[in-house]
């Protein structure tokens, strides 16, 4: 499920990221919020009050909500040792989405640089430089960890490392092709 405007109760207190502050609240049992977009693992839904904010998919679960978000991601085996591939890597980098606007950190032209490093040992270290679409966006923290927690998953990652950074700042011509087109840039 990409985006969806389903109204959903919450049953429970929820705990919530706001968007684009990345700073946490509660939503409360009763409220009724609207599902904007269910990408990566996580929902964007608008709050009552008119904000957004993300719910993690173990609020969901937690909830009996977890119908809001859409197929289950496959999860590849954590064998830091197995075989790697850094196509897998990247796959992995697109089911990582910016909470507001429903493209991949990939398509978006979020990643800067991203490496993989041998480790003593076996397997990979995958260094990552990323940057968000605004300097002030507080979202930086939580991408990152998204960014490992899907990496984590994938053979042959022994660990990975996350940087935002805001130099160069990011813009439109860093999205790919397919990004503006479903943005409707063009």
Known sequence: MSQTR????????????????????????????????????SVTVQTPTGHLARIEARDLRRMGLEELLGEPEEDKGADPTGA????????????????????????????YRCEAIPVEGGGNRISI???????????????????????????????????VVFDPPWGMEKMSETAKIELGLY
Do not use: Y
């Not at 429970?12 to 990566?40: E, F, K, N, R």
């Not at 998204?146 to 940087?163: H, I, Y």
């Open 129 to 163: 430089d990323m940057t968000m679409t605004a300097p002030g966006c507080g979202m930086g923290d939580i991408l990152a960890e998204d960014v490992k927690a899907k990496l984590l998953r994938l053979p042959g990652v022994a660990s990975v490392d996350v940087t």
């Open 84 to 111: 790697f591939s850094m196509d897998a890597v990247t796959e992995a980098l697109r089911t990582v989405f910016d909470p507001e606007i429903p493209i991949n950190v990939v398509d978006l032209g979020l990643i």
């Open 6 to 41: 389903a109204i959903a109760e919450l049953p429970d207190d929820c705990a919530v990221t706001l968007i684009p502050s990345g700073m946490s609240a509660i939503l409360h049992a009763g409220d009724q919020v609207m599902v904007t977009q269910a990408l990566g693992g």
